[in-house]
T-cell receptor
Framework: DADVTQTPRNRITKTGKRIMLECSQTKGHDRMYWYRQDPGLGLRLIYYSFDVKDINKGEISDGYSVSRQAQAKFSLSLESAIPNQTALYFC???????????FGPGTRLTVT | QKEVEQNSGPLSVPEGAIASLNCTYSDRVSQSFFWYRQYSGKSPELIMSIYSNGDKEDGRFTAQLNKASQYVSLLIRDSQPSDSATYLCAVNDAGNNRKLIWGLGTSLAVNP
């Protein structure tokens, strides 16, 4: 089984809808991250969390919110989806005291 | 603004040749450096970590770090068509040790 899982893997939604992307991990890592990736723009950090009480904004948090329900679960919500939020979304984890991050398989989100 | 720069490519090499990928970074106090491989539509996969000046070898991959010149490189020996992917360079953000700074990636094509 994969160490970091993301659901759904693909999602098409309409402008204005609320959508939640979920991430779960069995690696036992404390740190979790949400990124989006767009062609030509690379990986951009949306939010990151060190534990259930620690939530931090990344470079592009506007229009997004997160919830760290448990050490192993970190969800990303788009409150009112817009077309320019169409992207590939990745969840990642890292261990306390380490910098390397391990990625889930990604969610391809299309907002029409 | 802390940056990690990579030549976007595409870098094209024949099968069996050595592929050389380069990355420069702006933050002099960064201590941890990573290479990730990303196939089209897939998530980044960690392939090399390097922390000290010099070379680190792992199979066909060699990472080279020169902190004085602020560059890190990845050599792939005996390149195979399966090495065709985008290679991302990442560096720890020394001002915020919970984050990585990502390059945009270099696209590598290995031609049979």
């Amino acid at each position: 089984d994969a160490d970091v899982t993301q659901t759904p893997r693909n999602r098409i939604t309409k402008t204005g809808k609320r959508i939640m992307l979920e991430c779960s991990q069995t690696k036992g890592h404390d740190r979790m991250y949400w990124y989006r990736q767009d062609p030509g723009l690379g990986l951009r950090l949306i939010y990151y969390s060190f534990d259930v009480k620690d939530i931090n904004k990344g470079e592009i948090s506007d229009g997004y919110s997160v919830s760290r329900q448990a050490q192993a679960k970190f969800s990303l919500s788009l409150e009112s989806a817009i077309p320019n939020q169409t992207a590939l979304y990745f969840c990642a984890t890292s261990d306390l005291g380490r910098y390397e991050q391990y990625f889930g398989p990604g969610t391809r989100l299309t907002v029409t | 603004q802390k940056e990690v720069e990579q030549n976007s490519g595409p870098l094209s090499v024949p099968e069996g040749a050595i592929a050389s990928l380069n990355c420069t970074y702006s933050d002099r106090v960064s201590q941890s450096f990573f290479w990730y491989r990303q196939y089209s539509g897939k998530s980044p996969e960690l392939i090399m970590s390097i922390y000290s000046n010099g070379d680190k070898e792992d199979g066909r991959f060699t990472a080279q770090l020169n902190k004085a010149s602020q560059y890190v490189s990845l050599l792939i020996r005996d390149s195979q068509p399966s090495d065709s992917a985008t290679y991302l360079c990442a560096v720890n953000d020394a001002g915020n040790n919970r984050k990585l700074i990502w390059g945009l990636g270099t696209s590598l094509a290995v031609n049979p």
